[in-house]
């Protein structure tokens, strides 16, 4: 099915551990994004990339890192898990054929917690 | 920098009552708007958006936003509330950056 793919959905970390989070997208769309969600604070960017190759940073970019070597892949990388990483992660790609034609495709989400 | 504010945190209307859910943002120029609806433990449902030409958008649902420059809002609208309206709601904006910022939210209860 075409969409925004993550795995995993849910995941418990250790303290100090780090892991990635998989994002995948088959629509061929050349624009992707991170964002965390907090209770009271809605979603935060946290990384975000215009095409293979390039990315930049967010409104939260400190404790994570990303890379694009594809258009279809965009991980988040978790160096030191700490507790205050625990969240919903979304991940999501867009499109922009013309002025008119343009929206987000959000991934359903890795629910993340750090103990 | 850009932001997004949404001023009420938790919203309770009657079933078939109006809605107005406000939306205000700060930006240099006219960005891109965006209205997402969000059920518990579900991901992001896309309401409407806005990025030129006629102020008062159609969305799904039955809702509609309103584009106000002057105010900087983009407040969402609806005549009638039903019970599965009651979720959380979310203004965004992109600035052309190909990424959105979003604003805190607001939880709607409806009351039977």
């Known amino acids: 099915n075409a969409g925004v793919t993550q795995t995993p959905k849910f995941q418990v970390l250790k303290t100090g551990q780090s892991m990635t989070l998989q994002c995948a997208q088959d629509m061929n769309h050349e624009y992707m994004s991170w964002y965390r969600q907090d209770p009271g604070m809605g979603l935060r960017l946290i990384h975000y990339?215009?095409?293979?190759?390039?990315?930049d940073q967010g409104e939260v970019p400190n404790g994570y890192n990303v890379s694009r070597s594809t258009t279809e892949d965009f991980p988040l990388r978790l160096l030191s898990a700490a507790p205050s990483q625990t969240s919903v992660y979304f991940c999501?790609?867009?499109?922009?054929?013309?002025?008119?034609?343009?929206?987000?495709?959000f991934g359903s989400g890795t629910r993340l917690t750090v103990v | 920098a850009q932001s997004v504010t949404q001023p009420d945190i938790h919203i309770t209307v009657s079933e078939g009552a109006s809605l107005e859910l406000r939306c205000n943002y700060s930006?240099?120029?006219?960005?891109?708007l965006f209205w997402y609806v969000q059920s518990p433990g579900q991901g992001l449902q896309l309401l409407l958006k806005?990025?030129?030409?006629?102020?008062l958008v159609q969305g799904i649902k039955g809702f509609e936003a309103e584009f106000k420059r002057s105010q900087s809002s983009f407040n969402l609208r609806k005549p009638s509330v039903h019970w599965s309206d009651a979720a959380e709601y979310f203004c965004?904006?992109?600035?052309?950056?190909?990424?959105?910022?979003f604003g805190s939210g607001t939880r709607l209860q409806v009351q039977p």
């Open positions: 999501a790609s867009s499109y922009s054929e013309t002025a008119t034609n343009y929206g987000y495709t």
């Open positions: 965004a904006l992109d600035t052309g950056r190909r990424a959105l910022t």
């Open positions: 930006y240099g120029a006219t960005p891109y």
């Open positions: 806005y990025f030129s030409g006629d102020t």
């Open positions: 990339s215009v095409g293979a190759g390039i990315t």
